[in-house]
């Protein structure tokens, strides 16, 4: 939800490096950067925090309120990237941006289809599609939506809505083409490959004209009448 906020102990880097970076991830430690409040300063979070942090009611929205070596004062911050392990799965790197709460910042957040089985659309068959799944949003910090529901129930087929269509919370501004199509329904596959194999059918079925026929001879004119 937002405004949701949450507190992330972490602490100073001294030590930097690939080798110090390698230790901390088998300790179970996160390395990472916070920017935004000047010089940008190394951290390092465990792994297991960092995680509570960002499933929380918030996600990946929340307010992070970072306390640096557990000193009293809080930075609020968002999570700017993060790098996850290919193989393990785990977070490898996290970069956080220290931002003032009176300011608006620029977000991505996720588009949510709701009420899809009950579009018209899909009930006869059709299939429901989202070809963009993220929105980017302008709010405060704390008006950052976790995610954007859309409604598509009224979507018959062939029908489709667009970021115009999408209704936000007061003080949230899409920044995104109007017009940019979120969500569709198209007409069931088969029913497509139906029409396209009666349309061959039927212009297997026409007699092709040979080329360079001869044209039908005219009948002969009749013998003149004698008188």
Same mark, same amino acid.
């Given at each position: ?6 507190k ?6 001294e ?25 940008p ?20 929205h ?5 306390e ?10 968002? $999570?700017k ?8 799965g ?5 970069? $956080? ?17 709701v009420?899809?089985?009950?579009? !018209?659309?899909?009930? %006869? ?11 980017n ?7 950052? !939506? ?14 489709s ?21 979120l ?11 139906a ?10 079925? %026409?007699a !092709?004209?040979? %080329?360079?026929?001869p044209?039908e001879e ?6 003149a009448?004698?008188?």
């Amino acid at each position: 939800m937002a405004g949701e906020r949450t507190k992330l102990v972490v602490t100073k880097r001294e030590s930097l490096g690939s080798r110090e970076t390698r230790r901390l991830r088998h300790q179970g430690i996160v390395p990472g950067v916070l920017y935004g409040g000047g010089e940008p300063v190394a951290i390092a979070v465990a792994e297991r925090e960092l995680r509570r942090a960002l499933t929380g009611a918030g996600g990946l929205h929340s307010i992070l309120d970072v306390e640096i070596d557990g000193a009293g004062e809080t930075h609020p911050s968002i $999570l700017k990237d993060f790098q996850v392990d290919k193989v393990r799965g785990g977070v490898t790197h996290v970069d $956080l941006h220290e931002v003032r709460l009176d300011r608006t910042i620029t977000a991505s957040v996720t588009v949510q289809l709701v009420n899809g089985e009950n579009a !018209p659309g899909v009930r %006869e068959g059709g299939v429901l599609s989202q070809p963009l799944r993220e929105l980017n949003v302008e709010a405060l910090p704390l008006e950052v !939506p976790e995610h954007i529901d859309l409604d598509v129930s009224g979507l018959s087929i062939g029908g489709s809505l667009r970021v115009g269509d999408v209704v936000v919370p007061d003080g949230v501004k899409l920044l995104d083409d109007p017009e940019t199509v979120l969500a569709s329904v198209t007409a069931p596959t088969r029913a497509i490959e139906a029409e396209v194999e009666e349309a061959e059918e039927g212009a297997e079925g %026409e007699a !092709p004209a040979a %080329e360079g026929a001869p044209a039908e001879e005219a009948p002969a004119d009749s013998p003149a009448d004698e008188g």
